[in-house]
């Protein structure tokens, strides 16, 4: 019986896929395998050295320390993509809204006599918008989110350009003919009436779209943030709104600041805020969570390498962490041959730090085994799974 704690309300979808027979799932629980977590902010916690392996309902992992898993030996699992077409519809309602001025004009038609038709005719002039056929749209990271707004953008008639010089083989076959390359950061704002960012807050990514960046933005341009606060520096958006060289800047991160600008919609990180994006997150880190306990594959971790290896029936196999130094693999096998265990399959990958590897064998593993392969210096954690 796996023990899975919950930090946060997961779909009750997602939870369908850990069955009860084999699944004991609950937000109190002790000893835990592994932990499915939303918004929960996880640094601070004294996380069980039972766990094996973490799941987040949602793409972001900044709510967990995912350094010190991998120093543990312990995969951090996301649902990329599960939440896409949740964001992307938000991103072309934003980019609609603010061509058409709608947040300003909702704000005055609260402030006036709405019966009072002249008002209305009158006022109404000062909310004159623009459509998005032939205007220009940058955007900031191909991944599973980018590729759709690229995609809705470019079939609303808009001229849409792309950065990412890591876009995944997956997502290229996606993105639509007629969306065209950037090869810089520079060249993408130089020519972008709107600009989207789509990629992850880290060091390289923090203040990306800097004050130089949106100066060299078309006058009357729209920024969209619907990926993370410290990506755009808001200061320097708050003076281009201010001398009126952008038009607008619709974000999902609210801050005073921000939300106190007439020319600012400032929303509460409402992104993957839907019934579907929630079941769809849930259903993918649930199935990931349980292939992962029950086999030792790793899809969609952002921490361990991709590593999918097909069970065979009556195998016992073992699944090592360590860390990606030279020699490892040859001081596991050689472990194995000792204890006459012999191969009939192996798996072995690595990213950044960490390698994994999962070998399976004809004869049953005694646990011996595993604590030995414990004691080789490197080895972060070892799994012992009985035979499929």
């Not at 320390?65 to 991103?91: I, T």
């Not at 918008?129 to 470019?154: D, K, Q, T, Y």
């Not at 349980?290 to 699944?319: A, I, M, Q, Y």
């Amino acid at each position: 019986m796996y023990r899975i704690q919950t930090l946060n309300n997961i779909s009750p979808r997602g939870l369908e896929h850990l069955p009860r027979e084999s699944y004991e799932v609950a937000s109190e629980i002790n000893d835990p395998d592994a932990i499915l977590v939303r918004s929960y902010k996880m640094h601070d916690m004294d996380i069980p050295k039972t766990v094996r392996a973490i799941g987040r309902a949602g793409a972001g992992t900044n709510n967990i320390p995912v350094d010190a898993m991998s120093e543990r030996g312990v995969p951090v699992f996301n649902a990329p993509g599960a939440n896409a077409n949740a964001v992307k519809e938000l991103v072309i309602a934003g980019m609609l809204m603010a061509a058409r001025n709608i947040a300003p004009a909702i704000r005055f038609v609260d402030s006036v006599d709405a019966d009072d038709s002249k008002v209305i005719e009158d006022g109404k002039k000062k909310f004159a918008g623009f459509e998005l056929p032939s205007r220009s749209l940058g955007i900031v990271g191909l991944g599973a989110i980018g590729v759709r707004v690229a995609n809705s953008a470019h079939d609303l008639g808009m001229d849409v350009t792309g950065f990412d010089p890591k876009i995944s083989v997956d997502n290229a076959w996606r993105l639509s003919a007629g969306v065209n390359q950037a090869t810089t950061v520079d060249e993408l704002c130089a020519k972008s009436q709107f600009l989207t960012v789509h990629v992850p807050l880290i060091d390289a990514t923090k203040g990306l779209i800097s004050a130089e960046r949106i100066r060299s933005m078309p006058k009357d341009g729209v920024i969209l943030n619907f990926a993370r606060g410290g990506i755009v520096d808001e200061d320097a958006v708050l003076e281009a709104l201010d001398d009126g060289h952008l038009h607008a800047y619709v974000c999902d991160f609210p801050s005073n600041k921000l939300k106190a600008h007439a020319k600012v919609i400032a929303l509460p990180h409402l992104g993957a805020s839907t019934g579907e994006a929630e079941e769809n997150c849930a259903i993918m880190v649930a199935r990931q969570i349980r292939d992962f306990l029950e086999n030792g594959n790793v899809t969609n971790s952002v921490n361990f390498p991709e590593s999918v290896l097909p069970r065979v029936e009556d195998e016992p196999r073992l699944c090592i962490a360590n860390a990606n130094v030279p020699n490892m693999v040859g001081q596991m096998t050689s472990l194995l041959a000792k204890h006459n265990l012999n191969i009939t399959d192996m798996l072995n990958k690595s990213r950044g730090n960490v390698a994994y590897t999962m070998v399976d064998v004809d004869s049953e593993i005694p646990q011996s085994v595993a604590d030995e392969l414990m004691g080789i210096e490197g080895v972060l954690s070892v799994r012992l799974l009985p035979a499929a």
